[in-house]
């Protein structure tokens, strides 16, 4: 069974810093799409950013990119210049062909002023 | 666009009641599904569905039913709630097929089971 792992349950960075957060996953598939999302204190999940197994480039939105390192497995997401609305749990997600998204249980990053 | 909808936003029940968390979305969607959230477990998929009259089991299904009769609406069924059912239910859709499957979450249900 797929299982995604986030080993940092918990974080903090000073405002403007860098913080990467890690995500390892098991599978045995050789495509599936992986995912960051952000859950702010409103509780909405909001998209951070996605990969596709597929693609090597790794995926960059605005101040979030992703290292992706598919032959271990690890997709990490690096937050760059941080501002205090990125004060969020974060999830990782992984999703094959089985349409069974799996998530990991979380990391809660705190932005320090 | 009001995208994905969830009613109730809190609800309260008492164990052995049965009640229904309704999921709609407008956004002609094939693939919904439901999770349960509760603290230092992530999210959990209880049932999932790809179409109209298609649904599946996810990771938490017991305890739980689901149907969907039309593609905008999958509504989410406690048979009989139990304490352990406690939790923030969240509904999601995405498309199917277009290299996308971005989940777009409803704002959640917090149930409390006394």
């Known amino acids: 069974a797929q299982t995604v792992t986030q080993s940092q349950p918990e974080m903090s960075v000073q405002e403007a810093e860098t913080v990467t957060l890690s995500c390892t996953y098991d599978t045995s598939e050789s495509n599936y799409y992986l995912f960051w999302y952000k859950q702010p204190p409103s509780r909405q999940m909001i998209l951070v950013i996605r990969?596709?197994?597929?693609?090597?480039q790794n995926a960059t939105e605005n101040r979030f990119s992703v290292n992706f390192q598919k032959a271990a497995k690890s997709f990490s997401l690096k937050i760059s210049d941080s501002q205090l609305g990125d004060t969020a749990m974060y999830f990782c997600a992984y999703m094959n062909r089985d349409d069974k998204i799996i998530f990991g249980k979380g990391t809660r990053l705190h932005i320090l002023p | 666009n009001a995208g994905v909808t969830q009613t109730p936003k809190f609800q309260v029940l008492k164990t052995g009641q049965s009640m229904t968390l309704q999921c709609a979305q407008d956004m002609n969607h094939e693939y919904m599904s439901w999770y349960r959230q509760d603290p230092g477990m992530g999210l959990r998929l209880i049932h999932y569905s790809v179409g109209a009259g298609i649904t599946d089991q996810g990771e938490v299904p017991n305890g739980y039913n689901v149907s969907r009769s039309t593609t905008e609406d999958f509504p989410l069924r406690l048979l009989s709630a139990a304490p352990s059912q406690t939790s923030v239910y969240f509904c999601a859709s995405s498309y199917l097929g277009q290299g996308s499957y971005e989940q777009y979450f409803g704002p959640g249900t917090r149930l409390t089971v006394t």
């Open positions: 990969q596709e197994a597929y693609k090597q």
